[in-house]
């Protein structure tokens, strides 16, 4: 079982739906972050948590809206999305933000497709 | 400019071979740790090895290496003895800067290693 766990796996949804998609990790870290990936792209930064609180947010539309209510949970609440916004989101958590050598823990991942 | 080059469209191996995949990187941070992640077809990111810039050996972690050429800003992943489920893509990642700020980690596009049996 993986340390990092997202739900749900795949998620279809239309463009005036909302939706949230989940991420747990069992592995004690202090940071959480969400990144996307798109075919073809570098995986993108969205959001870095630290302690709860958001440190990073690398100028993702407000259709996108993160919520870290403890150190274990971190969720990414989805609005009014378009077509571009269909990727695969990960989630991952590290035992620090500030932590040079330390690698980050993915989940595998909620594969999004807005129709 | 990217932090992270990563120019193999795709790459193939026979089993129990060795591959070398590319990945070269720009900063002016002389302090940086360089990564590399597996990601199957499952989807979920799988840490391989890191090197620290101010480390002086190359990394290995038991059949991955890394050969790690400064002056050339380069830290290709080698596998040795290549095996069928090491089919995944493969992605160099680059942390700048000490601790003490949040250093975010940079992702290159990937590269694609099928390994034929």
């Known amino acids: 079982e993986t340390g990092v766990t997202q739900t749900p796996r795949h998620l279809v949804m239309g463009m005036t739906n909302k939706k949230s998609l989940k991420c747990e990790q069992h592995?004690?870290?202090?940071?959480m972050y969400w990144y996307k990936q798109s075919a073809k792209k570098p995986l993108e930064l969205m959001f870095v948590?630290?302690?709860?609180?958001?440190?990073e947010n690398n100028s993702v539309p407000s259709r996108f809206s993160p919520e870290c209510p403890n150190s274990s949970h971190l969720f990414l609440h989805l609005h009014t999305l378009q077509p571009e916004d269909s990727a695969l989101y990960l989630c991952?958590?590290?035992?620090?933000?500030?932590?040079?050598?330390?690698?980050?823990?993915f989940g595998e991942g909620s594969r999004l497709t807005v129709l | 400019a990217q932090k992270i080059t990563q120019t193999q469209p795709g790459m193939f191996v026979q089993e129990k071979e060795a591959v070398t995949l590319d990945c070269t990187y720009d900063t002016s941070d002389p302090s940086y740790g360089l990564f590399w992640y597996k990601q199957p077809s499952s989807g979920e990111m799988i840490f391989l090895i890191y090197?620290?810039?101010?480390?002086?050996q190359n990394a290995t972690e038991g059949r991955y290496s890394l050969n790690f050429q400064k002056a050339r800003k380069s830290a290709n992943l080698v596998i040795s003895a290549s095996q069928l489920g090491d089919s995944a893509m493969y992605f160099c990642a680059m942390r700048e800067g000490l601790t003490g700020a949040n250093s975010k980690l940079t992702f290159g596009k990937g590269i694609t290693l099928s390994v034929r049996p």
């Open positions: 991952a958590s590290s035992p620090s933000a500030s932590y040079l050598t330390g690698e980050l823990f």
């Open positions: 090197q620290g810039s101010y480390d002086q």
């Open positions: 948590y630290s302690l709860e609180e958001r440190v």
């Open positions: 592995l004690g870290h202090n940071a």
